[in-house]
């Protein structure tokens, strides 16, 4: 019987949990985290903050739950981990002995460097408590800023215009998420964003935060430009919770480096989630990984590596379906133009009419905006972007993911006068068909 110890309530953490105790009802498993919330959805606090999922509705798993796992949970903060004497320590002082460790602490937001940072009214959006901050500064906040380019800077941004805020968003570019975007998805983004009431700010970057009693009042930006507001939004990006690790004389980077198989310098230390940095067998690089899928998928392997069954993590094709004011989007594969001399995008719009597949996700319909880009290797497709109509986005993904052969139609995609959606849809039919023949 082992003692296997987690630290960490995330995704990560309890995916091995459960994995663990599906395998093994005898041995004890220590699911510890200093999140007062314990498990729950990241992704549905974009939901929760425009008022359109319930705080109930973010817990997919209850601690009732894990507790019929027999799970015990310990809601503490780790001080330390000791590899050589096989404990962990909490900030109580206590030791708590392992026989497998793994490490799931996730990310935190990056905080940027001005005067006035540590303000009253500057926000961040790391976890439910800081979701329940910003609806609480919400309610007698007129006027906000908002700084940072991607995914969650937008949830910020719904979530505030929803509640009635005033909101000014800084870009630091000329245009949203260019390192994802093309210009016309950037541009789409940013017009709805100005339907709903928007104040954009192109190259414009914080030089000082304004402060009145302690609480923000406003901010100077580089450019001379004061904006009176009584909140700023923070999201610039995630750092890896490596403290731990460093401190326990485990290898760092970017993230703890693990192998294939979710294990760390110490055999029996493992790391997943966005704290993992996980070695990628197909590309021979080792990546961090900040998705919930991913983090999942990572704690499964890990936990049944934690037993002893030889499991290696293989990193998917990336898959992610966001919503970028208002507009369900799926990113899946390679967006950017890479490295590869024979990868073409192509991009079609409104124009086209996709017609129904029977096994098709429509997560939403009746979009006044449709539009499908599409990266073509030399002989498959390497990525594409999914906005609006998402029907498909499923077939889509299984084409890119497995590979497929798109010889066939490769030179019809490149022709302008093609509906690259319905040419795609044809092809996703033909190829259903002929799996199912050879069932």
């Known amino acids: 019987m082992n003692n296997y110890v987690i630290i960490g309530t995330g995704p990560a953490g309890g995916a091995a949990a459960q994995t663990i105790r599906s395998q093994d009802t005898q041995s004890r498993i220590t699911l510890i985290g200093d999140e007062p919330w314990g498990y729950y959805s990241r992704p549905g606090l974009a939901y929760y903050l425009t008022?359109?999922?319930?705080?109930?509705?973010?817990?997919?798993?209850?601690?009732?739950?894990?507790q019929n796992l027999n799970v015990r949970i310990?809601?503490?903060?780790?001080?330390?981990?000791?590899?050589?004497?096989?404990?962990?320590?909490?900030?109580a002082g206590k030791m708590l002995p392992y026989d497998r460790l793994l490490i799931a602490t996730g990310a935190r937001a990056a905080r940027m460097d001005i005067p006035g940072i540590h303000l009253q009214g500057v926000m961040v959006l790391d976890n439910l408590t800081d979701a329940q901050m910003l609806l609480k500064s919400a309610r007698r906040t007129r006027s906000a800023v908002v700084v940072g380019g991607g995914i969650t800077a937008l949830e910020i941004v719904e979530g505030l215009v929803s509640r009635g805020v005033r909101t000014h968003y800084f870009l630091r570019g000329d245009r949203y998420w260019s390192n994802v975007l093309d210009e016309t998805e950037s541009r789409i983004v940013e017009n709805r964003l100005r339907e709903e009431g928007v104040h954009l700010h192109y190259h414009t970057e914080l030089a000082k935060i304004i402060a009145k009693r302690g609480q923000v009042?406003?901010?100077?930006?580089?450019?001379?430009?004061?904006?009176?507001?009584?909140m700023l939004a923070v999201a610039i990006g995630i750092r890896p919770r490596l403290e731990l690790a460093v401190t326990a004389g485990l290898k760092t980077d970017r993230g703890i480096v693990v192998n294939e198989y979710l294990q760390t310098t110490q055999p029996d230390i493992f790391a997943a989630g966005d704290v993992a940095q996980v070695y990628d067998v197909l590309t021979g690089k080792s990546v961090v990984d900040s998705l919930w899928g991913p983090a999942r998928d990572q704690g499964h392997a890990a936990g049944l590596n934690m037993m002893g069954i030889t499991t290696p993590y293989i990193k998917p094709i990336p898959?992610?379906?966001?919503?970028?004011a208002g507009l369900t989007t799926t990113i899946i594969g390679t967006v950017g133009q890479g490295t590869d001399e024979d990868l073409i995008g192509i991009a079609r719009g409104d124009s086209e009419t996709w017609r129904q597949l029977p096994d098709?996700?429509?997560?939403q319909s009746n979009?006044?905006?449709?539009?499908?880009?599409i990266m073509v290797g030399r002989n498959r497709l390497i990525g594409a972007i999914v906005m609006g109509d998402q029907t498909l986005s499923q077939p889509l993904h299984h084409l890119i993911t497995h590979r497929i052969d798109i010889t066939p139609i490769r030179a019809s995609l490149l022709?302008?006068?093609?509906?690259?959606?319905?040419?795609?849809?044809?092809?996703?039919?033909?190829?259903?068909?002929?799996?199912?023949?050879?069932?």
């Open 415 to 439: 022709r302008s006068d093609i509906k690259i959606g319905d040419l795609i849809a044809n092809f996703w039919s033909q190829h259903r068909s002929t799996i199912h023949a050879t069932k």
């Open 367 to 373: 979009f006044e905006v449709n539009r499908l880009r």
């Open 319 to 324: 898959f992610n379906v966001t919503r970028l």
């Open 51 to 66: 008022g359109e999922l319930p705080k109930k509705g973010l817990f997919p798993i209850s601690t009732a739950e894990f």
């Open 74 to 91: 310990l809601h503490t903060r780790v001080r330390a981990i000791h590899p050589n004497d096989h404990h962990i320590e909490n900030q």
């Open 217 to 230: 009042a406003g901010v100077l930006t580089k450019n001379n430009q004061h904006i009176k507001a009584k």
């Open 360 to 363: 098709a996700i429509a997560a």
